[in-house]
């Protein structure tokens, strides 16, 4: 008989965070796109959800997807703090580039003990949010609300401030370090083709840079700056622009 106690599997683990930020992302959570986030086959996600649901983690219905049940919501706040603080203390305390930190908190993640993240947390004054601008849940669970828009769809014209980058590809991060598109940037919009095509945008130094206007939609903005809490330790290390 299965202990009902036992620590749940890095897998299950995984889907929680993985259903978490899909919905947070796309407002409904496929099946399909589920399998594409995890890179398995429709199959292997339809079991994995028949389990979360069994253990009373998740619910699947055909209109509404799939959902996270209050415990498997708490389960993948937990883990997507872990995530970030780490990545906020490899980045940070080991100097590690942004480009670097992803897949070594995805390792550890699953390992953080509570006694260790407290200890991490305290160490960089209590961050809040991860060296990509991704919000860091508090310590209850609690994530702040935002409001922030794709550089995508920013009109012609505007200027904002770069908060947020959702895009975990290496290269692609490499690539906004070189175009100086990273968090607190200052960027204005000068010209966009139509059907996603590329951008024309100019930063705080008067540099007009092309971009990409699908990696577009992973640079989120706001009109005004709204600082994140700062290493209160340290100096806070600005993010390095040279690949690994």
Excluded at 70 to 96: D, N, S, Y
Excluded at 126 to 152: C, F, Q, R, V
Excluded at 167 to 180: A, I, K, M, V
């Amino acid at each position: 008989m299965k202990n009902k106690n036992a620590p749940l599997s890095s897998a299950v683990q995984d889907y929680l965070k993985a259903i978490y930020q899909i919905r947070c992302a796309a407002g409904v959570v496929t099946t399909t796109a589920l399998a594409a986030e995890m890179g398995v086959a429709a199959a292997s996600a339809t079991n994995m959800i028949k389990k979360l649901a069994a253990l009373k983690l998740a619910r699947h219905s055909p209109y509404r997807g799939v959902e996270l049940s209050p415990a498997g919501e708490k389960i993948a706040l937990e883990i997507v703090r872990h995530h970030r603080l780490v990545e906020a203390f490899l980045h940070e305390a080991l100097g590690m580039s942004w480009d670097e930190v992803h897949d070594e908190a995805h390792k550890l993640e699953h390992v953080l003990s509570d006694n260790l993240e407290d200890h991490i947390a305290d160490f960089l004054g209590d961050p809040t949010e991860d060296p990509h601008g991704d919000p860091i849940p508090t310590k209850a669970g609690i994530l702040g609300a935002t409001s922030h828009t794709a550089l995508a769809d920013v009109p012609i014209g505007n200027s904002v401030v770069v908060r947020r980058i959702t895009e975990q590809n290496p290269e692609h991060l490499r690539h906004f370090s070189d175009l100086g598109l990273v968090p607190n940037a200052r960027v204005t919009v000068l010209e966009r083709e139509p059907f996603e095509g590329p951008l024309r945008v100019r930063l705080e130094n008067g540099a007009a840079r092309i971009l990409d206007g699908k990696l577009a939609r992973h640079i989120w903005v706001a009109r005004h700056l709204t600082a994140p809490k700062q290493i209160q330790k340290k100096k806070t290390r600005k993010i390095k622009t040279t690949s690994a």
